[in-house]
């Protein structure tokens, strides 16, 4: 059972200024603080910048910015330094599309519009006793939605996401709670290094094939090149600071390449044809990688360079 949420720090974003109040009361009942309501994303984002926010509950319709993209940046610690916000949202005239949006970014649960202060209460209840584990894909971080593994998937490890209503409530300290958050950040970083470790070398695969049959088209490989390119850097970005210096090179030699190729999508220069799967390869095996491994990747650094 939950205790006091006074420590919980709160924010209600709705166009619905009397809903907004009705459930400032309600959660007033709860042991909430004062809870900030706004009718705009901008605001929900600033507080969410400032590392102001446990427990965020949004209409996903809002004006400033996008619920999804917000969501998801909070997610990829993007926007604030805190994956791990509870959000709850809440959807008006709901059709698939928009559930199916709602659950890709990453809320924790989805509340259907007209709803109820005492729906919204419940949920939140919820929340505080039992928390869904965090999953980490090539292009998702949030809860986990599947009871059991698909056929022909991997079963992805689940990590137990910090949960700030559950230890705010139960005496924990808000720098003990920040301390468990840096520590489970670190490991959805490392996970998130994995599996765009394997998205490049999948990228790889499905592009290279494209060239050597013929099938390659503006298009299709200006896509494969994005991707790649984005998936590389996040990859370096994530990496700053730490001892796999090589790895962050390589991840810089891939973009090279791919920067190239975007310049003569359909004819890129031989080298680079030659060296992208190389360069793949070694991003592959660098982070398992003891010292000779390291040295063959600095080489292939260099080799990169001299093109």
Do not use: W
């Not at 709901?94 to 709602?102: F, G, I, S």
């Not at 649960?109 to 209460?121: A, F, N, Q, R």
Request: charged residues 25%; proline residues 5%; contains cysteine.
């Amino acid at each position: 059972m939950a205790g006091s949420f006074q420590n919980v720090r709160m924010v209600i974003g709705d166009p619905n200024r009397d809903l907004r109040v009705s459930l400032n009361s309600q959660l007033g009942q709860m042991g909430f603080p004062s809870v900030p309501h706004t009718d705009d994303l901008v605001s929900i984002k600033s507080m969410v910048e400032k590392n102001a926010v446990d427990l965020m509950v949004s209409d996903t319709s809002l004006p400033g910015v996008s619920f999804y993209d917000l969501v998801r940046g909070i997610r990829h610690a993007e926007v604030g330094d805190n994956p791990f916000v509870v959000i709850v949202a809440l959807i008006n005239n709901p059709d698939l599309e928009k559930v199916q949006k709602a659950i890709a970014c990453g809320v924790d649960e989805i509340l259907t519009k007209p709803v109820s202060s005492g729906k919204v209460m419940d949920r939140i209840l919820k929340l505080t006793n039992r928390r869904k584990p965090f999953v980490v894909t090539s292009d998702y971080i949030g809860p986990n939605r599947r009871n059991e593994v698909r056929e022909g998937t991997q079963d992805v490890p689940k990590i137990d996401a910090p949960n700030p209503l559950k230890f705010l409530t139960q005496g924990g300290s808000l720098a003990d709670y920040m301390n468990a958050v840096n520590s489970t950040q670190s490991e959805i970083n490392n996970r998130c290094i994995e599996r765009y470790a394997f998205q490049v070398s999948y990228l790889v695969d499905q592009l290279m094939p494209k060239y050597v049959d013929g099938r390659a088209t503006q298009d299709s490989v200006q896509s494969d090149l994005g991707k790649l390119s984005e998936t590389v850097s996040d990859i370096k970005g994530r990496l700053e600071g730490s001892r796999y210096s090589h790895v962050s090179a390589l991840c810089q030699s891939m973009n090279d390449v791919v920067a190239r190729m975007l310049k003569s999508p359909l004819e890129p220069n031989r080298r680079d044809l030659e060296l992208m799967p190389e360069v793949s390869r070694a991003i592959t095996l660098a982070f398992d990688a003891d010292a000779e491994d390291a040295a063959i990747a600095r080489d292939i650094s260099e080799s990169v360079k001299r093109v």
